[in-house]
């Protein structure tokens, strides 16, 4: 975090543009008794949500940076840490600005435990506000850390004879299936169902020592009306939608969810259309909706729903789209922006583990890559994960079938050049956008710049992609063939990347020219916002190609020779 930059945003929009899940802003002027108080409040609050920032200095009402008195920084730290229980450990940094003013700052990370005040206040963050932990919120916290697992609690009064007739025979024979695509012996136990749900871990004992079936094998197994007072959100519901308000049919199920599953995947399969593409010799039939990746979204909301939270997962299939609701947030660190390669985190882990035995679920990952490649390889877009109130939704769009996008990637694989992920995404974006640069590349992938660079410069080499401009401005496009062979012309535009460059290059002929320049200079001179015109300024400050004097309406920048 850059604390100049966020300070000079402080000054000229407010705290309340600064400020939000993880930025929390304070004024600081006496270590007296409240102040501690506040800050060991606020450091409990981040440390039991999802980590951040704590700037201390800034006025909350006036929006002015008015200082902090001047501390050793490890009193503050032990401040926070003597009043915490367990101790959090937060290092803080002094910083003073050009006008002399100290501000303190302190990153706060997430913890995997939960913490309190030494007066025993819990507290986490929701929107901008540091609001009490109540218990079943606790509750919740320790799952999405993985501390507490209710899928591998015992469940009472419902035992095997509640699990659905001929489940417990197909629960052996996928366990079997499993094995042999594993390279694993198999060994068949369909004739006891303690033995066939003991094996793929649906079992535990209770506070006796007796072995019972798991919340995770009731959820997967047994039928509905004896769970229902114990997980009452259980349901899956089904809803053909004809428009936004009229739906044309609606299914729902509370009974065992390895049945739920298919019998939905099979329902959306019979509701939708299939397009034929001939490659070569060989005829395709290509569906709407890939049922493969269908059945994946699915099976991951049944996986990792919260089952807390009392609300069924919906699928909603519309003429040009499904969406699949999920109850419950991302947990872990999950995002939208890094749910393909993000490190396995699950809410329920004894549910997982089950799953995977049945060859449902990669408990190594959260299937989502399997989502993606599955819709690509159809000629599809890439599905769509939107978290919000409570509640994760995966969109899978029907958009008309790219045949020639098909087309090349059978092309590219029979000739034994099999394409990646990660390289089907770039081409796909490519494809539509024109052209990509280094930093979207990272972005769209999902994974480190280094790794966006290898797959840019592998396509490249594969003469699939054409590269431009060197080092950092560099960008890439279609190659002749591969435009022709997807059927794009590829128009000479303009690229992001190239007019931020035109636009440095304009603004530092015009500093030295003048001498100096200032924000509204380089907005006659470019016609672009205030705020484009700021992050222009800062990128050449941060290239050591101008040196800012001056803060607000008054900096000035000058060229550096």
Not at 86 to 99: A, D, M, S, W
Not at 502 to 517: D, K, P, V
Request: hydrophobic fraction near 35%; include cysteine; aromatic fraction near 4%.
């Amino acid at each position: 975090m850059k604390i100049n930059h966020i300070l000079r945003l402080i000054e000229e929009k407010g705290v309340d543009a600064v400020e939000d899940s993880e930025v929390e802003i304070k004024a600081f002027e006496s270590a007296d008794k409240e102040f501690r108080k506040r800050l060991r409040r606020t450091v409990v609050c981040l440390a039991n949500s999802k980590g951040g920032h704590i700037i201390l200095g800034v006025n909350e009402t006036t929006n002015k940076v008015e200082g902090c008195p001047s501390i050793d920084p490890m009193d503050l730290s032990n401040v926070v840490y003597e009043g915490t229980k367990p101790g959090i450990l937060v290092e803080f940094e002094r910083h003073t600005t050009k006008e002399g003013v100290i501000v303190y700052h302190a990153r706060v990370p997430k913890s995997p435990r939960i913490h309190a005040t030494s007066d025993g206040a819990r507290y986490h963050r929701v929107g901008k506000k540091c609001m009490p932990l109540y218990p079943d919120e606790e509750y919740r916290l320790l799952m999405d850390r993985g501390i507490l697992d209710i899928t591998n609690q015992p469940i009472e009064r419902i035992d095997t004879d509640d699990i659905r007739d001929g489940l417990t025979e197909g629960i052996a024979r996928m366990q079997s299936e499993r094995q042999k695509a594993l390279g694993i012996s198999v060994s068949r136990n369909d004739g006891d169902p303690i033995e066939v749900l003991g094996s793929i871990g649906a079992l535990t004992e209770d506070s006796h020592g007796e072995l019972k079936l798991s919340i995770a094998g009731a959820i997967l197994a047994v039928e509905g009306q004896k769970l229902i007072p114990i997980i009452p959100g259980r349901k899956l519901i089904y809803v053909q939608m004809e428009g936004d308000t009229e739906y044309k049919e609606r299914r729902e199920w509370d009974g065992a969810a390895i049945i739920a599953v298919e019998e939905v995947t099979e329902t959306i399969r019979k509701n939708s259309k299939v397009a034929t593409l001939r490659i070569g010799v060989v005829q395709r039939e290509i569906p709407e909706f890939p049922p493969n990746a269908v059945r994946e979204v699915i099976v991951n909301a049944v996986a990792h729903r919260d089952y807390f939270i009392n609300a069924p997962i919906i699928v909603r299939q519309y003429p040009d789209r499904i969406e699949v609701a999920s109850p419950g947030a991302f947990v872990g660190g999950i995002t939208a922006e890094n749910i393909l390669h993000h490190n396995p985190t699950h809410r329920n882990p004894a549910l997982v583990r089950i799953m995977h035995r049945l060859g449902l679920v990669e408990e190594i990952g959260i299937g989502v890559d399997r989502v993606y490649e599955a819709l690509l390889r159809s000629g599809k877009e890439p599905p769509v994960f939107v978290s919000k109130d409570e509640q994760v939704t995966c969109t899978i769009p029907n958009g008309s079938l790219d045949e020639a996008f098909v087309r090349f990637i059978e092309e590219h694989g029979g000739k034994g050049e099999g394409m990646t992920l990660d390289e089907l995404i770039v081409i796909h974006y490519v494809k539509r956008h024109q052209s990509i640069d280094r930093a979207t590349a990272t972005r769209i992938i999902q994974r480190p710049d280094t790794a966006a660079t290898s797959v840019l410069s592998r396509l490249v080499d594969r003469n699939i992609l054409k590269r431009y401009g060197t080092r950092g401005g560099s960008y890439y496009s279609l190659s002749d063939g591969s435009a022709r062979k997807l059927g794009t012309e590829m128009r000479d535009m303009r690229h992001p990347v190239i007019d931020d460059l035109r636009s440095q290059s304009l603004i530092t002929e015009a500093a030295r020219s003048m001498g100096s320049i200032t924000n509204s200079d380089v907005r006659e001179l470019l016609g672009v916002s205030r705020y484009r015109s700021l992050r222009l300024l800062d990128a050449l400050v941060d290239k050591g190609e101008l040196r800012r004097e001056g803060t607000r309406r008054w900096a000035r920048y000058f060229p550096v020779e």
